[in-house]
């Protein structure tokens, strides 16, 4: 059979194909390994070779066209059955309306968790996971914060019972990143930390944080600054921010920085929330200190970086004007499901 009379037949006869047992015979005759549609691809050897390529584009599309319209008559067919079963049983109506059953909604730390990603992607980062559980040496020491070092104090860390921690803070994935990807990357870490701290309006013993790198030649506090004010503007969804750098203290940026914004509440005029100076922390990072470099067997003479790691928690807070950071955690279906609309 040729391809226009193969084609003619296959109309004809699918217009006839009504019960399963039609289904079945239809696939034999056409679509099976000894079938009408396999017969002609067979026929490809005796086609000139400057035309086989056309030749094989025609018969798949035949076979694939033929495929999804048998398929779809049986899916129909077995719907019809399936209906008339359920009519009748006497102990089905499927007249009755369904039940009002509610949706689900996104966690609130989950939508910003994915803007933070979708918005870092578009600028380059990687996305990177990162272990809750970590060792000593990966959630402190490989970031230059050594045994009896006071910056110790300023987590208060959970313990397991094997000498290894639930993770403080997501910096604890940077020496990771960097034996990884260096000595040029642009890298994130988002995930869940864990402090072993007493619980208010803003703090937390669960929360989000994620951790951002950009290590290469010529980095510099200026690409901080650039970088920060565009993550910002993006995440708060508003082209008027202004941002700022304080000097802070981290063990493992020098120097390192509180990045303030222009208060999203008041829009920098001064209010409750920014306790009337306008501005409102956001986040801390800095200059990659070198200590921290080296460790992650990058060469501080010849690379630099910037790293930063803020609290996607608060983050949320801002976003829905969340006043209480305990709601997350509270599973109160009403707050779920409301906050975001
Ligand atoms: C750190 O954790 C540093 N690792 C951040 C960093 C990374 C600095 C890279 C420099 C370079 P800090 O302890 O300030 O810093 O926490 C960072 C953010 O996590 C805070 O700004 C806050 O938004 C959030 N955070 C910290 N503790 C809590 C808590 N108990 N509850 C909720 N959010 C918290």
């Given at each position: 059979m040729d391809i226009s009379n193969l084609k003619k037949a296959i109309d004809q006869e699918i217009a006839g194909v009504k019960t399963e047992d039609d289904v079945f015979a239809f696939h034999q005759k056409f679509l099976s390994k000894s079938g009408e549609i396999t017969k002609l691809m067979a026929g490809i050897k005796d086609i000139a070779p400057e035309k086989r390529g056309e030749f094989g584009k025609t018969c798949n599309a035949i076979k694939q066209d033929t495929e999804t319209r048998l398929f779809k008559i049986q899916d129909e067919i077995k719907a019809v059955a399936l209906r008339e079963k359920l009519m009748s049983?006497?102990?089905?109506?499927?007249t009755i309306p369904r039940l009002n059953t509610k949706r689900g909604t996104l966690h609130p730390i989950t939508i910003v968790t994915r803007d933070v990603e979708e918005v870092l992607e578009r600028m380059g980062f990687i996305v990177e996971e990162g272990n809750e559980i970590a060792t000593e040496f990966e959630n402190f020491e490989s970031i230059n914060i050594p045994k009896h070092h006071p910056a110790r104090d300023m987590q208060d860390t959970f313990w397991l019972s094997d000498g290894r921690v639930l993770r403080t803070h997501t910096s604890m994935w940077q020496n990771y990143m960097m034996k990884k990807y260096g000595p040029s990357f642009r890298a994130i870490c988002p995930g869940r930390c864990f402090r072993n701290e007493a619980t208010d309006a803003t703090h937390e013993n669960t929360f989000f944080q994620v951790e951002g790198m950009m290590v290469g030649k010529d980095i510099s506090i200026a690409n901080l600054l650039y970088f920060m004010k565009e993550i910002t503007t993006a995440l708060l969804k508003r082209d008027d921010i202004e941002v700022r750098l304080r000097p802070s203290y981290f063990p493992?940026?020098?120097?390192s920085f509180e990045m303030d914004a222009t208060c999203v509440f008041c829009d920098g005029k001064g209010c409750p929330i920014c306790k009337h100076s306008g501005w409102i922390e956001l986040f801390p990072c800095g200059m990659i200190h070198p200590r921290v470099l080296e460790m992650g067997g990058i060469n501080p003479k010849e690379y630099r970086g910037f790293a930063f790691g803020f609290g996607l928690t608060r983050l949320a807070m801002l976003r829905w004007g969340i006043k209480d950071i305990r709601m997350f955690n509270s599973g109160n279906l009403d707050f779920l499901a409301g906050v975001t609309k």
């Amino acid at each position: 059979m040729d391809i226009s009379n193969l084609k003619k037949a296959i109309d004809q006869e699918i217009a006839g194909v009504k019960t399963e047992d039609d289904v079945f015979a239809f696939h034999q005759k056409f679509l099976s390994k000894s079938g009408e549609i396999t017969k002609l691809m067979a026929g490809i050897k005796d086609i000139a070779p400057e035309k086989r390529g056309e030749f094989g584009k025609t018969c798949n599309a035949i076979k694939q066209d033929t495929e999804t319209r048998l398929f779809k008559i049986q899916d129909e067919i077995k719907a019809v059955a399936l209906r008339e079963k359920l009519m009748s049983d006497p102990l089905v109506d499927i007249t009755i309306p369904r039940l009002n059953t509610k949706r689900g909604t996104l966690h609130p730390i989950t939508i910003v968790t994915r803007d933070v990603e979708e918005v870092l992607e578009r600028m380059g980062f990687i996305v990177e996971e990162g272990n809750e559980i970590a060792t000593e040496f990966e959630n402190f020491e490989s970031i230059n914060i050594p045994k009896h070092h006071p910056a110790r104090d300023m987590q208060d860390t959970f313990w397991l019972s094997d000498g290894r921690v639930l993770r403080t803070h997501t910096s604890m994935w940077q020496n990771y990143m960097m034996k990884k990807y260096g000595p040029s990357f642009r890298a994130i870490c988002p995930g869940r930390c864990f402090r072993n701290e007493a619980t208010d309006a803003t703090h937390e013993n669960t929360f989000f944080q994620v951790e951002g790198m950009m290590v290469g030649k010529d980095i510099s506090i200026a690409n901080l600054l650039y970088f920060m004010k565009e993550i910002t503007t993006a995440l708060l969804k508003r082209d008027d921010i202004e941002v700022r750098l304080r000097p802070s203290y981290f063990p493992f940026t020098e120097p390192s920085f509180e990045m303030d914004a222009t208060c999203v509440f008041c829009d920098g005029k001064g209010c409750p929330i920014c306790k009337h100076s306008g501005w409102i922390e956001l986040f801390p990072c800095g200059m990659i200190h070198p200590r921290v470099l080296e460790m992650g067997g990058i060469n501080p003479k010849e690379y630099r970086g910037f790293a930063f790691g803020f609290g996607l928690t608060r983050l949320a807070m801002l976003r829905w004007g969340i006043k209480d950071i305990r709601m997350f955690n509270s599973g109160n279906l009403d707050f779920l499901a409301g906050v975001t609309k």
